[in-house]
């Protein structure tokens, strides 16, 4: 797949981009604010988001909001260290498709990477 890497932290947004290269996946843009993930997917028209909810300029919550005003279509994993109930069900109603707590290591990457294309989880 080819994926948009979101995230305000430069040493994740790597370590993402490290993890996902080695299971075969294509990054091709990473941004650390909401206004440069919005432009990075209007340009790069990625086949999956990994977001952040804690972006410096708008919240991610509002970047998914966009995203999926931008593009319904807009296939989104929410990767966040905030987690809370009210959270989850607010980016599953806006159509995340899955929600990953950090700290995440490669086995929870790969088991949401696997539910999105739509394979078992090893």
Same mark, same amino acid.
């Given at each position: 797949?080819?994926? @948009? #890497? ?12 490290? #993890? @996902?290269? !080695?299971?075969? /996946? %294509?990054? #091709? ?6 206004? %440069?993930? @919005? ?5 790069? /028209? ?12 708008? !919240? ?6 966009? @995203?999926?005003?931008?593009?319904? *279509? ?7 260290? =905030? =987690? ?8 599953? !109603?806006?159509?995340?498709? /899955?929600?990953?707590? *950090?700290?995440?290591?490669?086995? %929870?990457?790969? *088991? ?11």
């Amino acid at each position: 797949m080819r994926i @948009l #890497v979101v995230d305000d932290s430069e040493p994740v947004r790597e370590m993402l981009r490290m #993890v @996902l290269r !080695s299971l075969g /996946h %294509e990054v #091709v843009a990473a941004a650390g604010t909401g206004e %440069e993930a @919005l432009a990075a997917y209007a340009q790069a /028209h990625p086949d999956l988001v990994t977001l952040d909810i804690s972006l410096p300029d708008i !919240s991610g919550v509002e970047v998914l909001r966009r @995203l999926r005003a931008l593009d319904p *279509k807009a296939r989104v994993i929410v990767i966040t260290g =905030n =987690n809370s109930a009210v959270l989850a069900e607010q980016v599953r !109603s806006l159509g995340a498709l /899955h929600l990953i707590e *950090k700290p995440c290591g490669p086995a %929870e990457l790969m *088991k949401a990477l696997a539910l999105v294309e739509g394979e078992p989880p090893a």
